[in-house]
């Protein structure tokens, strides 16, 4: 599977964005698509994950209630609205895909280059 990840920008804190990622290749063969973020000098971590059939959805602690994951399957797109963002919300923001019922970073691929997200306080 191929991912891109668009909609990054700049916003100030408080504000909105809503990531996209476009899927491509055997789509249908992954249980799992998710969202990870990596700030500077920090590790890669997960965010939100949502499973393509069904839709069940999870979130990390730190984004419960702020931010929403969802998917078009028709598009193969998957989506990050952010809301209420924060100054430590700024990193760059990946998508990528498992087979597993898991959010474990180590079991997803189709790594793409990521979007940037900078939240100015």
Known sequence: ?????????????????????????????????????????KERVFVAAINWS??????????????????????NTFYLQMNSLKYEDTAVYYCAATFYDSIAIHEYDGWGPGTQVTVSS
Request: include cysteine.
């Open 1 to 41: 599977v191929q991912l891109q990840a668009s909609g990054g920008g700049l916003v100030q804190a408080g504000g909105s964005l809503r990531l996209s990622c476009a899927a491509s290749g055997r789509t249908r063969s992954y249980y799992r698509m998710g969202w990870f973020r990596q700030a500077p000098g």
């Open 54 to 75: 069904g839709g069940s959805t999870y979130y990390a602690d730190s984004v419960k209630g702020r931010f929403t994951i969802s998917r078009d399957n028709a598009k």
